[in-house]
């Protein structure tokens, strides 16, 4: 069964490290802790029982308490389900880039890989128009392209 822990805001992921050299130190039952990176405030414990994940959170910084009772599996799979970041990217759409040497351009898309999260990119300022590969995580759309 999953418990929902809640945390400070922004303390998700410290909260979950300590959690993990707890567990990896004590004697317990806990099977797993999942952070979820847009569910700000809460993390997931697998447990037999609550009673399990008190004692395991007792004690612990930026613990603000336990949800009551436990969560079932599939009321949160959705969570858990990875989308892949190119699905709203298509050819032709104007991005800037949030990250490595070009980090505030902006470029058009050449093409897209979906199967690998890359995107062929041409720097719009450049003089000469060289094809950038970069992950799809590391461009923001700024304009969608009208070609459908």
Known sequence: MLYTIRTTVGQERIVADLLRAKQSKA??????????????????????????????????????????GGVDLSEVA??????SLT???????????????????????KRVDESKDKITLELIEATVPIPITMDAASVRVISQSKEE
Request: glycine share 8%.
């Open 87 to 109: 699905v709203d990217i298509k050819v032709g759409d104007l991005v800037e880039l949030t990250a490595g040497p070009f980090k505030g351009e902006k470029a058009k898309v």
């Open 27 to 68: 004697e317990n039952d806990i099977y797993s802790i999942a952070v979820i990176d847009n569910l700000r405030g809460y993390i997931f414990v697998e447990a037999p029982n609550e009673a399990e994940v008190k004692k395991f959170v007792y004690n612990v910084p930026h613990v603000k308490g336990l949800v009551p």
């Open 78 to 83: 959705h969570f858990f389900e990875e989308k």
